[in-house]
């Protein structure tokens, strides 16, 4: 599927703007700056389908892509959070965005939230997993940028998560190590998210 069609659909701001809800959706969100974009483009196997930048908070809207022909599912690049320097105004907007989408959309068949394998869990990652469990949107822990750490401390770093999110209801139990810059786990998520979809 990801080697057909994948395409941009559109960027939206508020809910209003967003699609028909006509199929499951897999939205991916994590703190600023986590490499959502860079991982969704290693998923979809397109270099720069969502834009990965070097300034965090960049990406501001529900950015949505399509796959299949004629579509299968869509993927959500959600907008970053826990970016210091972002404004209480917009640090606001965006939660209530966040909010909004994750009660109200039935077809947000799976979130992952994507976690910095170098930072581990942050109280931003809590929250955002406390918002999931109280939507009952299961979701799934993704490491990311594994290729930056020692393998040692990456183990360490993955049974602290681990027991961190046996707390959790909505959270799937087993978590992904991934690295987008060396496409480690990326077959194996890419899997999952087929499944999520309900293919
Ligand atoms: P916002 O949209 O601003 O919230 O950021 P984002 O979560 O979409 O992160 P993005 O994909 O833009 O990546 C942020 C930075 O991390 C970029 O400089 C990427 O090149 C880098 N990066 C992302 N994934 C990896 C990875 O697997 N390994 C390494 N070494 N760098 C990565
Ligand atoms: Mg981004």
């Not at 720069?48 to 022909?69: C, D, K, M, W």
Request: hydrophobic share 40%; glycine share 8%.
């Amino acid at each position: 599927l990801f080697s057909g069609r994948v395409e941009f659909l559109l960027s939206a701001p508020q809910l209003k703007f967003l699609p028909d809800p006509s199929v499951p959706e897999i939205a991916f969100c994590g703190r600023s700056n986590v490499g959502k974009s860079s991982l969704l483009n290693a998923v979809t196997g397109r270099r720069a389908i969502a834009r990965a930048s070097v300034t965090p908070g960049r990406t501001q809207e529900l950015n949505i892509f399509e796959v299949g022909q004629p579509t299968q599912f869509r993927l959500v690049d959600m907008p970053g959070y826990g970016f210091a320097k972002a404004p209480v105004k917009v640090v606001e907007k965006w939660k209530q965005l966040m909010k909004t989408y994750l009660r109200g959309r039935p077809v947000l068949n799976r979130t992952l939230v994507l976690v910095d394998s170098r930072h581990g869990l942050k109280d931003a990652d809590r929250e955002m997993m406390r918002m999931l469990d109280e939507s009952a949107v299961g979701f799934r822990v993704v490491l990311t940028k594994t290729d930056k750490v020692k393998v040692s401390d990456l183990d360490r770093t993955a049974e602290r998560v681990a027991e961190e999110i046996r707390r959790h209801p909505a959270a799937y139990p087993e978590m992904h190590l991934t690295s987008a810059e060396k496409g480690m786990g990326i077959a194996e998520l890419r899997a999952a998210i087929m499944v999520d979809a309900g293919l």
